[in-house]
């Protein structure tokens, strides 16, 4: 009954907390975003606590594990444990890890899984063994969960996450602003118009409009503008 229910049990749960972490997240959400945390607890779930489960039923109480599999208890049980026990704890840190994390114990899942499905296939053509760690739940999760991780992890590859989409944009957007925006002014341009303005305005004297009335004809007589317009007109 245990060996039929858990590996079920720990895909419902897996399911659940995705969908919890979906609705909690904030809108919008993204499909990488659902991607991402199903992957996380599919590693966490279905493969990481199943094979921390399974080491701990072979090597601490293999004949009952061996029987319910239809099998004779085997010294082999103890390294069937243990890859398991390998299998377990590099899930749990591939949950949390990148994609290169993931992909590795992804690899590593598919092997191991995928030929304990097949061993379990042909023992049920060759002996007609239909006892439930044989032919129950475990079989169709042997070969559910590692074509699950390798799919989701070419969904994420096609789908990146809302936050690294958002840093490209922004990204993007700061590379035409510069592109976009005038050059700024070299700060020897701006020391030469100041020195030619103060220079213009030493030369020109007061301005006649800002004086009283009768100092502005005066000013206007004396001003060198007025000798220039003189002197032109003399030539």
Not at 19 to 38: C, K, N, S, Y
Not at 74 to 81: C, D, I, K, T
Not at 143 to 162: D, E, G, H, K, N
């Amino acid at each position: 009954m245990i060996v039929s229910v858990v590996p079920v049990a720990l895909w419902v749960i897996a399911l659940i907390c995705t969908v919890i972490a979906v609705r909690r997240t904030p809108r919008p959400i993204t499909f990488g975003f659902a991607v991402e945390r199903l992957l996380r607890y599919i590693f966490i779930f279905p493969l990481g606590v199943q094979s921390l489960w399974a080491f701990a039923c072979h090597v601490f109480i293999p004949e009952q594990t061996a029987a319910a599999i239809g099998w004779k208890a085997s010294p082999f049980q103890y390294e069937v444990g243990v890859a398991n026990l390998g299998i377990g704890i590099a899930s749990l840190y591939a949950a949390f890890a990148g994609f290169g994390a993931r992909a590795a114990v992804a690899i590593m899942a598919t092997g191991f899984l995928g030929g304990a499905g097949v061993g379990h296939i042909r023992d049920i053509a060759s002996s007609g063994d239909l006892a439930p760690g044989n032919a129950g739940s475990i079989l169709f999760t042997d070969v559910l969960t590692p074509i699950a991780i390798i799919l989701l992890l070419l969904m994420s590859q096609r789908s990146p996450p809302a936050a690294e989409k958002s840093a490209e944009a922004a990204s993007a957007a700061n590379v035409e602003d510069v592109a976009e925006a005038p050059p700024a002014p070299r700060i020897e341009d701006e020391l030469e118009k100041a020195r030619q303005a103060l220079r213009e305005s030493l030369t020109a004297g007061p301005t006649p409009e800002i004086l009283p009335p009768e100092q502005r004809k005066s000013a206007r007589a004396k001003s060198p503008r007025s000798e220039g317009v003189a002197d032109i007109s003399d030539a």
